[in-house]
């Protein structure tokens, strides 16, 4: 199930941020392409960049927690990505304003890496390096479902186009992200198939919290004027 588009009728700001966000993921990937899919180049581009649990275990290269996010490893990896933070990023952009959404994607991402990290310090998985910018995107789906849970989204289900509440979209994605993560606990890896699971489950988590809080604190533009009606 992919999504294809929100409803952003009542949207008051532009996702700035947010399309940032995906222009600088892409042009860190298009790097990543130049120095070639099987180059030793780019092997150690990602082993320099990329997020190692051991390494950080030890306090080595701590800055990839951050710079990790905005590596990936091929295209269907990168085009994955940044059609879900565009479809629901502008919205929880809208809601936070743009510093405070660029401070909580950081933040979520942060918080997913470190998720990762903590369940494969004693894995085969240790001295791998972890890409993406998924973690803070599951973040950022986990503010979504607290704020605009009822939303309608457009999804592409099979060859069908079918238009569902976002809570049962993100749901049934949430859904598959815990069992996948309680699955790979089990076993001798923990990014089965080469997906951190465990990162999409802890920045999800992170993000329903910090979403529920800021919900609280500041209401979303669209849900603010709601309540004065």
Do not use: C
């Not at 275990?57 to 710079?67: K, S």
């Not at 085009?79 to 994607?105: P, Q, S, T």
């Amino acid at each position: 199930m992919f999504p294809l588009g929100d409803d952003n009728s009542k949207l008051q700001r532009r996702g700035y941020v947010t399309y940032g966000l995906i222009a600088l993921n892409v042009l860190v990937f298009l790097y990543e392409f130049s120095l070639g899919s099987e180059s030793q180049a780019l092997q150690d581009f990602i082993m320099t960049w990329g997020a190692v649990p051991e390494r950080i275990a030890a306090g080595d290269g701590l800055i990839t927690l951050l710079t990790s996010m905005f590596l990936h490893g091929g295209w269907a990896h990168l085009i994955g990505n940044m059609l879900f933070l565009f479809v629901f990023g502008d919205n929880v952009e809208d809601a936070f304003g743009h510093a405070k959404y660029l401070a909580f994607y950081l933040i979520t991402g942060l918080i997913a890496t470190a998720a990762h990290i903590l369940l494969n310090l004693n894995s085969a998985s240790a001295g791998i390096p972890s890409v993406g910018a998924s973690g803070a995107i599951s973040g950022v789906l986990g503010a979504y479902i607290v704020m605009f849970r009822s939303n309608s989204v457009k999804v592409l289900l099979g060859r069908f186009v079918q238009t569902v509440p976002a809570w049962m979209m993100i749901g049934l994605w949430a859904v598959q992200q815990f069992v996948a993560t309680f699955a790979t606990i089990t076993t001798t890896s923990q990014t089965s198939g080469g997906v951190a699971y465990a990162a999409h489950a802890g920045g999800f988590i992170a993000g329903v919290v910090i979403g529920f809080v800021l919900s609280r604190i500041q209401p979303a533009p669209q849900l603010a004027q709601r309540r004065k009606a």
